[in-house]
């Protein structure tokens, strides 16, 4: 089954930018919904964006404010999300899921990263 493993995440300076990877070794994603999801310390997981399968569709939390962009490299089975103007705020852990059904929902994915560590502080 799908494996999506996290990669990027790391400490960055508020106001820094991190490119967080999503990718399986195994199994194509090509037909997978993808989401992004944090879970700061103390906090319940939430959502962060979602891409559609075919990459035609994106939704992003409120509180992204056009900060983040998702996107899909299909020839490199990897989704993409880029951080810019980091707050600390955004200090969580980052997990990708992949779903058949899009728009995505902490409840309604199938598949689970095990998460990358971003902290944003100086």
């Known amino acids: 089954q799908l494996q999506p493993v996290e990669s990027g995440g790391g400490l960055v300076q508020p106001g820094g930018s991190l490119r967080l990877s999503c990718a399986d070794s195994?199994?194509?994603?090509?037909?997978?919904?993808i989401g992004w999801f944090r879970q700061a310390p103390g906090k319940e997981r939430e959502g962060v964006s979602c891409?559609?399968?075919?990459?035609?569709?994106?939704n992003y939390a409120l509180f992204v404010n056009g900060r983040f962009t998702i996107s899909r490299d299909i020839a490199r089975n990897t989704i993409y999300l880029q951080m810019n103007s980091l707050k600390p705020e955004d200090t969580a852990t980052y997990y990708c899921?992949?779903?058949?059904?899009?728009?995505?929902?902490?409840?309604?994915?199938?598949?689970w990263g095990k998460g990358t560590l971003v902290t944003v502080s100086s």
């Open positions: 899921a992949a779903t058949k059904r899009y728009p995505c929902s902490p409840e309604g994915m199938d598949f």
């Open positions: 195994m199994f194509t994603l090509e037909s997978y919904a």
């Open positions: 891409i559609s399968a075919s990459g035609d569709r994106q």
